[in-house]
């Protein structure tokens, strides 16, 4: 699965600011500036079940600007995130 459809995914169970999508860095998800944001910004354009496959490319784009760098990259047998250079074990 893309990180995109993971984020879809997310946003489709209306999980909670806390959870981590899957596939992005639970560590650096934490902080106001990356999956915050993003949450603040999925809550405010109010994207529901009937509306979220138009919204698509726009999920994209917020994601490259607020989640670009926390997904996790697959590096040998860990997954690792750029940004804070964080390895796991799991996805
Ligand atoms: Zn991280």
New binding site residues.
């Given amino acids: 699965m893309s990180a995109l459809s993971n984020l879809i995914d997310y946003i489709k169970q209306g999980k909670k600011r806390e959870e981590v999508p899957h596939g992005y860095?639970?560590?650096?998800?934490g902080r106001l500036e990356y999956g915050g944001q993003f949450y603040k910004a999925v809550r405010k354009k109010e994207i529901d079940l009937n509306n979220i496959e138009e919204h698509k490319g726009w999920i994209q784009a917020l994601a490259s600007q607020y989640l670009y760098?926390?997904d996790l990259k697959k590096k040998g047998t860990e997954w690792e995130?750029?940004?804070?250079?964080?390895k796991y074990e799991h996805e």
């Fill in positions: 860095c639970p560590n650096c998800w760098g926390i995130c750029k940004q804070c250079s964080t």
